[in-house]
């Protein structure tokens, strides 16, 4: 199925893309064929095991298809020679649990995924000041995570997701741990983002309030996209 | 906030199993530094004591002991006319009991033998003569046994009177009873027996001259063994015996320690799966993984090494005050062992991260997707 959107330039492209486990008996995916474009937004629903997740895992490289094509701006991803550097350059995960590393304060965990390009200790730490007050966290920035709420936790991830400077934000669930004022606040700071830098944003959402907010609904069921539409 | 803060981090993640962690490695190191620096402690002292002498050969028989059996005096007449010999004293010696202390040197030398120069009085005499039934004592020796000028020592079934106290120069030469030899082969109903005969070799006789002369020696008389003073001990069998026992129980706790970081690790990186999923998924590298699970424990080797030195070493230092050995042995704590013994510990931290890492590398970062 291609996007009837693709009026951009094309950033990913899937076509008869599955993914199966334990040895074919469990088909994740069934053949999902989509086009997105460089600024998308674009939420992905359906019922739990409806494969939101797997795709969104194909999406940064965290998993590899069964069989398919999956291209990333014009070049294959599953072959792609250093997955990990197009997680750290090009993807920002944010996850439904946060995922925050008990261990390290908000600025450290912003600061996580610098690592793997070329910064100075001085040049991470200012990056990650920037981001935290891009997410109105300036200063929480020598908070442990235990001592976050769950809406600044899941702002703290969303700086980290940001921390490279991704094209394409991916995010899990991302308010399905927030009770709804927080998830409100996430919500609009993730649409903000999304609209004023531009990026791509591939959401996977349980909630039909949420999807409406996105520019396009990928609709899912049994491994399938049944429907590719705007909101 | 570097790399190795992350590294750091990891460790005082649990700060409880990294202390019992450290713990059993520096126990093992402790065991590395007390025991191989007892022992060499002991080979060196008896180095010392030797050279303080100005022996340049040891002659022993082939039975190859600390104290070796006795053999004939009349070795000494068979070499005496060898090139480089300049001059030659016979010993008798034994580690035996002397009254309350179990393990005593002593020393029978040849009177007038050269072995008495290098004994400076501190108080009353040396013997009058080689009938004479008196005793000098090292400095240490009169410490350990309580004595001074006047008092009589017991040496198996002889009173003898301790007429002078001496420092020698070396540890073993302090902690030694020393007497003529015609009293101790009296005393021992050995007339004409000797253990040893120390050599000593004319002025600037380089170190192949010396190794010459020893196989001079035992061709002209097979029946003994000449060694120059660095080898004296590697001949010995009981020394070799307490050498190989004290690396060999060495290792077994190196190798203790290895399981114990290697179990630590494996522990953290299971505990932390999803943490390393999570550090793939935000794109840190197999590698990066790889290195920051081998430089905890690494890390682990050195901290644990470094304690293990300082336990080590106080440790060996206060056994060597203990009574039972106070005198004959000097630990060798040298800088080269104490950082070989660290060397070591952060071996025995990278060996066992290997395996950790190797399965650390290997986790999925999808599972960082799956609620945790």
Redesign the interface.
């Known amino acids: 199925m291609t996007s009837p959107f693709a009026s951009a330039a094309s950033l990913l492209e899937a076509k008869a893309l599955t993914r199966e486990f334990d040895d074919g008996q469990v088909k994740a995916l069934r053949g999902v064929d989509f086009l997105m474009n460089e600024g998308d937004f674009v939420a992905i629903t359906g019922p739990s095991g409806c494969g939101k997740s797997t795709l969104l895992q194909l999406l940064g490289a965290l998993d590899r298809p069964t069989s398919g094509t999956l291209l990333y701006q014009g070049e294959s991803l599953p072959d792609h020679p250093n997955p990990a550097a197009y997680r750290a350059r090009e993807v920002g995960f944010i996850f439904q649990a946060f995922h925050l590393l008990p261990t390290f304060t908000a600025s450290e965990n912003v600061q996580i995924p610098m690592f793997e390009i070329d910064r100075s200790v001085s040049e991470r730490r200012e990056r990650a000041f920037e981001l935290l007050k891009l997410v109105g966290l300036e200063n929480r920035l020598d908070h442990f995570p235990s001592k976050l709420s769950g809406g600044e936790r899941q702002r703290v991830a969303i700086a980290r997701s940001l921390a490279n400077g991704p094209s394409l934000l991916l995010a899990d669930e991302p308010t399905g741990n927030l009770d709804s004022e927080n998830a409100h606040s996430v919500l609009e700071l993730l649409i903000r983002l999304q609209q004023e830098q531009g990026r791509t944003m591939v959401l996977v959402t349980h909630d039909p309030t949420i999807a409406g907010r996105a520019g396009r609904i990928l609709r899912m069921k049994d491994g399938q996209i049944v429907s590719d539409g705007k909101s | 906030?570097?790399?190795f803060?992350?590294v750091l981090?990891?460790l005082?993640?649990r700060p409880l199993r990294t202390g019992l962690t450290l713990a059993g490695i520096s126990i093992g190191i402790a065991a590395v530094v007390a025991l191989v620096g007892m022992s060499r402690g002991f080979e060196k002292g008896w180095q010392v004591g030797l050279k303080a002498r100005g022996t340049d050969l040891v002659i022993t028989n082939k039975s190859g002991s600390l104290t070796p059996k006795p053999f004939d005096a009349s070795v000494r007449d068979r070499i005496a006319t060898l090139p480089r010999i300049a001059a030659t004293c016979n010993l008798l010696v034994q580690v035996t009991s002397v009254e309350d202390s179990d393990l005593m040197i002593l020393s029978a030398r040849e009177w007038g033998g050269f072995s008495w120069n290098n004994l400076e009085l501190i108080s009353g005499r040396m013997p009058h003569d080689a009938t004479e039934e008196a005793v000098v004592l090292g400095q240490t020796a009169a410490e350990i046994l309580r004595k001074k000028i006047g008092d009589p020592v017991q040496i198996e079934t002889k009173e003898l009177k301790v007429v002078g106290i001496v420092k020698g120069g070396a540890l073993v030469e302090d902690g030694s009873v020393i007497l003529s030899l015609p009293l101790l082969q009296e005393i021992t109903g050995s007339p004409n027996q000797i253990n040893a005969i120390d050599v000593r070799a004319t002025p600037g006789t380089n170190e192949q001259q010396l190794a010459e002369l020893a196989q001079q020696i035992q061709q002209l008389v097979p029946e003994v063994r000449a060694v120059t003073v660095s080898e004296h001990l590697s001949h010995a069998e009981g020394f070799r015996l307490v050498k190989a026992m004290s690396w060999g129980t060495s290792l077994l706790a190196i190798l203790v320690g290895v399981l114990g970081v290697m179990n630590t690790m494996l522990m953290t990186v299971f505990e932390r799966t999803?943490?390393i999923c999570?550090?793939?998924?935000?794109?840190?590298?197999?590698g990066?993984i790889m290195r920051m699970i081998l430089y905890e424990s690494a890390l682990l080797g050195l901290f644990g090494g470094v304690a293990g030195v300082a336990i080590g070493a106080i440790g060996v230092k206060v056994l060597s005050e203990a009574p039972a050995i106070r005198g004959l042995l000097q630990p060798d704590l040298s800088i080269p062992l104490l950082g070989l013994s660290v060397v070591i510990a952060m071996a025995v931290g990278i060996i066992s991260g290997l395996y950790p890492a190797w399965r650390s590398s290997r986790l999925?970062?999808?599972l960082?997707?799956q609620?945790?």
């Not at chain 2, 999570?278 to 197999?286: F, Q």
Request: net charge positive.
């Open positions: 906030m570097t790399f803060t992350v981090r990891g005082l993640r999803h943490e999570v550090l793939l998924a935000v794109g840190w590298t197999r990066r999925t970062p999808s960082a997707l609620a945790g």
